[in-house]
Nanobody
């Protein structure tokens, strides 16, 4: 079992920045991919950014050039630096970890961007 705890969400004006953190605990060996998904009001959950244990990254087109994912393997933590935030980035952001055939989710953290 893997537990994920997110932090760093909040309210920010358009053009501002936020940094999300996700700390993993439990049986954390062989976590292949960690990343972030989001679910906006009335929308389906979508991928934001993911990072493999070898450093491969994948971003949604809508966040490329604005968001940066990073991973501190020593701290078992993944980060999402979000710059130039837009109102359409408003969503609940969920941390995700994939281990073998299992996927784990955090409880989510709210990000609200005001215009």
């Amino acid at each position: 079992q893997v537990q994920l705890v997110e932090s760093g969400g909040g309210l920010v004006q358009a053009g501002g920045s936020l940094r999300l953190s996700c700390a993993a605990s439990g049986i954390i060996s062989r976590i292949a991919i960690m990343g972030w998904y989001r679910q906006g009001p009335g929308k389906q959950r979508e991928l934001v950014a993911v990072m493999s244990s070898t450093g491969y990254t994948n971003y949604a087109d809508s966040v490329k050039g604005r968001f940066t994912i990073s991973r501190d393997n020593a701290k078992n933590t993944v980060y999402l630096q979000m710059n130039s935030l837009k109102p359409e980035d408003t969503a609940v952001y969920y941390c995700n970890a994939q281990q073998s055939i299992s996927a784990y989710w955090g409880q989510g953290t709210q990000v609200t961007v005001s215009s």
